[in-house]
């Protein structure tokens, strides 16, 4: 199974500020990569797929980036609304797997 | 543009079996599969498997081959994650989604509460 390691675990920020978070997969997974953003108690939305490609209706504050085993989610000036859950999901090979999820905190 | 509806919460006791559904409204389904994933209470998220409308070919998860099965109503348009007999550590919130190979998950499911206890 492909590993993928998400981090920080925990970020602490404030409104306006820009972050990044990092995903690292245990081989290479051909840029097929996406980021998912999750409230409490509401199923996950698809932010970025294929590493970089915004999802329609996704706000462009939100950018993703790497190859290889290395990626990032960009969020370049952060709103209330965004101090939420992040995950990391590789869709290369079967079993599908996820990071263990970036809980973005008010600073 | 394409709706999963899922079906409400579910409690249960160990040993017994349940059946939860996802409803998919809105659009063609003809290029996509239907995952489940689980989510435990506080945890990250999990790949359960896949199945395809068309034909209903499954893809189990090593981790869940076995424990779960999964099956497609074309008529109702609608998807079915089933356990034979459950077990405390099943208790999770279970999602639906539809999988593109290109965008991955792109449309999900509210999630249904499957608790399991004595």
């Known amino acids: 199974d492909i590993q993928m390691t998400q981090s920080p675990s925990t970020l602490s920020a404030s409104v306006g500020d820009r972050v990044t978070i990092t995903c690292r997969a245990s081989q290479s997974i051909n840029g097929w990569l996406a980021w998912y953003q999750q409230k409490p108690g509401k199923a996950p939305n698809l932010l970025i797929y294929k590493a970089s490609s915004l999802e329609s209706g996704v706000p462009s504050r939100f950018s993703g980036s790497g190859s290889g085993t290395e990626f990032t989610l960009t969020i370049s000036s952060l709103q209330p609304d965004d101090f939420v859950t992040y995950f990391c999901q590789q869709y290369n090979s079967s079993p599908y797997t996820f990071g263990q999820g970036t809980k973005l905190e008010i600073k | 543009e394409v709706q999963l509806v899922q079906s409400g919460a579910e409690v249960k006791k160990p040993g017994e079996s349940l059946k939860i559904s996802c409803e998919i409204s809105?659009?063609?389904?003809?290029?996509?599969?239907i995952a489940w994933l689980r989510q435990m209470p506080g945890k990250g998220l999990e790949w359960v498997g896949l199945i395809y409308p068309g034909d209903s070919d499954t893809r189990y998860s090593p981790s869940f081959q076995g424990q779960v099965s999964f099956s497609f109503d074309k008529s109702i348009s609608t998807a079915y994650l089933q356990w034979r007999s459950l077990e405390a550590s099943d208790t999770a919130m279970y999602f639906c989604?539809?999988?593109?190979?290109?965008?991955?998950?792109?449309?999900w499911g509210q999630g249904t509460l499957v608790t399991v206890s004595s």
């Open positions: 989604a539809r999988y593109d190979t290109a965008m991955a998950f792109d449309r």
């Open positions: 809105g659009n063609s389904l003809r290029k996509y599969w």
